[in-house]
């Protein structure tokens, strides 16, 4: 099936910002951005994506597949992990195996530079893995199957877009393989605002926002904010079990609920051992999971200039709702 949107070439001056941030021949040495037919922006990938984007967009969906789509840093690993229990009968011990393998990381492909034919081999192996699939992906609709909405249950999450910008940038100094060389403050002005990273930072995480909103009210999507959740962990737990419809008793609500408190699912998460030995120093990716976190991080001049930006940001999406403003810009 033929895809709606195309590819735009970084200019010279958005290379060079890149190559400034980000040495080396890693996944972000050739980044192309992707729009839509109207040219409104969708995301950030790398250039081989152009090759295999195919494969995301005529994936083969199952209904009873249980979709997490979010920007990047929103709470996806916690709203994946949290997922998959309440589908699978909540089965604790079971958090210590690789949680990609349990539950399908679909960007990796891109992430990793995968050629075609070795990443159609890993979508093979998504394809074969058995019913119910919990699938995760920082991709908007509009890059994914046509279908999706109309046939799986989707989970969107958000967080406000300033603490993202925080995890973001701890992200990707903790990854080696990203080549990643910056201070704070140059990555939050010349990197994340300008969509210069993979996933394309702050344009992509309003290209998510305005993806969900165009869909508001559909039966098959659940929008859930991180802030929320973290207020209310177990109202959390039972609005997913609601949406996705399985039936867990109210002790394994109980139970799932303590196990995924941030400091309790930091100690056991699989996500939290660096296997291939890809980590810089001591760091963890479940790092911190702190509302507010990004005042310890801007200066008051950049969270200035951020607001004015996000409030143009949000307009362009076309939401007209001042609660989703706030949340974005954490002032609730």
């Not at 990443?119 to 058995?130: N, R, S, V």
């Not at 993806?211 to 039966?219: A, D, E, K, R, S």
């Not at 609500?253 to 400091?263: G, P, R, V, W, Y």
């Not at 607001?307 to 949000?314: A, L, Q, T, Y």
Request: proline share 4%.
């Amino acid at each position: 099936m033929e895809n709606k949107y195309k590819f735009q070439a970084l200019d010279e001056e958005e290379d060079k910002i890149v190559k400034k941030h980000f040495k080396g021949d890693g996944a972000h040495s050739n980044l192309v951005k992707v729009v839509d037919s109207n040219n409104d922006y969708l995301l950030t990938v790398n250039e081989t994506f152009k090759e295999i984007s195919h494969l995301y967009y005529d994936f083969k969906l199952r209904e009873d597949d249980v979709w997490i789509i979010t920007a990047p840093k929103c709470g996806t690993t916690w709203t994946q992990e949290t997922t998959w229990h309440i589908m699978n009968n909540v089965q604790l011990d079971r958090t210590e195996e690789p949680l990609f393998s349990r539950s399908p990381f679909l960007d990796m492909v891109m992430i990793m530079g995968k050629p075609l034919e070795e990443a159609k081999e890993m979508f093979k192996k998504f394809d074969e893995l058995p019913s119910p699939r919990t699938i995760k992906t920082h991709f908007p609709l509009q890059l994914l199957p046509p279908k999706l909405l109309d046939t799986c249950k989707v989970i969107f999450v958000n967080r406000n877009v300033k603490d993202a910008c925080v995890s973001m940038f701890h992200h990707f100094g903790l990854m080696t393989q990203f080549g990643f060389d910056s201070k704070f403050e140059d990555f939050a002005t010349e990197v994340y605002p300008k969509g210069l990273c993979l996933n394309g930072g702050g344009p992509g995480y309003f290209a998510m926002l305005k993806c969900q909103y165009l869909n508001i009210g559909h039966p098959n999507m659940l929008i859930l904010w991180y802030e929320n959740m973290k207020k209310d962990q177990r109202g959390m737990v039972e609005k997913i079990k609601n949406h996705v419809q399985y039936d867990i008793s109210e002790k394994q609500i109980d139970d799932l609920t303590e196990f995924m408190k941030f400091e309790n699912y930091q100690k056991s998460s699989s996500m939290n051992k660096d296997s291939r030995g890809t980590w810089k120093g001591d760091g963890q990716f479940i790092r911190k999971g702190l509302v507010g976190d990004w005042r310890n991080h801007f200066k008051d001049q950049t969270a200035g200039d951020w607001d004015s930006w996000i409030v143009e940001e949000f307009e362009k999406t076309g939401i007209c709702k001042t609660e989703v403003l706030s949340l974005v810009k954490n002032k609730i």
